[in-house]
């Protein structure tokens, strides 16, 4: 087997100090050509074009050996572009779901709610608290818990309740219609027989007369020929004799005096705050008379001509300047209850009027007239 030299510089061969030993392996390029990247720095027509030139035989020198190749460990794909500009494709992981941020974020939602909830919920406490601290308010949870035994003595009711019991005197309120025992019975009321109903309705009978006596309404009068309406209200309490005295000498039937100027005012006419008072009671042979006091006040609309407007309000007294109060002296008839059929006035109750008087002078009271 023949050996080859080469030149030293101009590709001629040399002698044997640079002859190869027969067994020695083929000399390696430093730049190997690669098929399977497509990222080499030097294509292989590059190279081929070199050693044309000559430059491969000055990497020529005696070879040697190679030893094995270092172990490079693999490293994983990463994300990039090629040389086209192309997403390279690479291993994806797979995610693990987030177990331990979804725990702390529920135990912080629950958290939040459970202070909420305290807040909320402490308020009422707390003022129930501060409330029992306090000795000079009176909270009402306490005063639920009480047993309703008595009521305060401070307190005292604008209207009377009405009761079965025995009222004294010193206990009738001021605006009780009930009189006392020991008045009815310095009136000879019960040594004539009559009870504590009687009475009563005695009153009852004067202050239902007073209010359709002196409640007038220019709307429902009648006629001028004919009076009617709230001008005649009164006239079903009066006995007979009585209701002929009526039409003979009371104004509202005698002439249209008092008729015209309630129709030309337009007057509006209430009783209010009556209240009735058994005065005085006497039996004249088979008779028994009862005089009841009904003091009142009267509340009136009429029609100003000069402004051209209503004014209403409580009669004005001149000489008090403040409300005028009125009396109506009554006088009552007995008359047997039950006796006087089914339409009876007052439901037959036992009393009639017999006569009357507005604001007596020196408050005197009327004269039984006969026939009664």
């Known amino acids: 087997m023949n050996e080859t030299q080469l030149p030293p510089d101009g590709g001629q061969p040399q002698g044997s100090g640079d002859r190869q030993p027969s067994h020695a392996q083929p000399a390696a390029s430093?730049?190997?050509?690669?098929?399977?990247?497509?990222?080499?720095?030097?294509?292989?027509?590059?190279?081929?074009?070199?050693?044309?030139?000559?430059?491969?035989?000055?990497?020529?020198?005696?070879?040697?050996?190679?030893?094995?190749?270092?172990?490079?460990?693999?490293?994983?794909?990463?994300?990039?572009?090629?040389?086209?500009?192309?997403?390279?494709?690479?291993?994806?992981?797979?995610?693990?779901?987030?177990?331990l941020k979804v725990v702390l974020i529920s135990t912080l939602i629950v958290l939040a709610v459970g202070v909420l909830a305290l807040s909320v919920f402490a308020q009422p406490a707390s003022h129930l608290t501060l409330a029992a601290k306090n000795p000079t308010q009176r909270p009402l949870v306490t005063r639920r818990h009480r047993a309703p035994t008595a009521r305060p003595t401070h307190i005292v009711p604008k209207t009377p309740t009405p009761t079965m019991a025995t009222v004294t005197p010193q206990a009738t309120p001021q605006n009780d219609w009930v009189p006392s025992r020991q008045t009815l019975q310095q009136l000879g009321w019960t040594g004539a027989g009559l009870s504590m109903g009687d009475a009563l309705e005695a009153e009852r009978t004067a202050w239902t007369f007073t209010d359709r006596e002196m409640s007038l309404d220019y709307r429902n009068a009648g006629t001028q020929a004919q009076h009617g309406g709230t001008f005649t209200a009164a006239v079903f309490l009066l006995t007979p004799n009585a209701r002929a005295r009526f039409f003979q000498n009371d104004v509202r039937a005698i002439n249209n005096a008092l008729f015209d100027r309630i129709q030309q005012q337009h007057v509006i006419q209430e009783v209010v705050n009556a209240q009735p008072r058994l005065v005085q009671f006497r039996a004249q042979g088979q008779q028994q008379f009862a005089w009841v006091d009904v003091s009142f006040q009267l509340w009136q609309s009429r029609l100003d001509q000069q402004i051209g407007q209503r004014v209403e309000g409580l009669e004005h007294d001149p000489a008090t300047h403040g409300p005028r109060v009125h009396h109506m002296i009554v006088l009552l008839l007995r008359v047997t209850p039950g006796a006087q059929g089914a339409s009876a006035p007052m439901g037959g109750t036992g009393w009639l009027v017999s006569t009357y008087a507005l604001d007596p002078a020196g408050g005197n009271l009327p004269t039984i007239t006969q026939p009664a």
Not at 48 to 71: I, T
């Open 30 to 99: 430093p730049m190997q050509p690669s098929t399977s990247n497509g990222l080499d720095d030097f294509p292989e027509d590059a190279l081929l074009e070199d050693e044309a030139a000559g430059w491969s035989a000055q990497f020529v020198v005696p070879f040697q050996q190679s030893g094995p190749m270092p172990a490079v460990n693999p490293q994983p794909p990463q994300a990039g572009t090629n040389q086209t500009g192309a997403p390279a494709q690479g291993r994806t992981t797979p995610r693990r779901f987030p177990v």
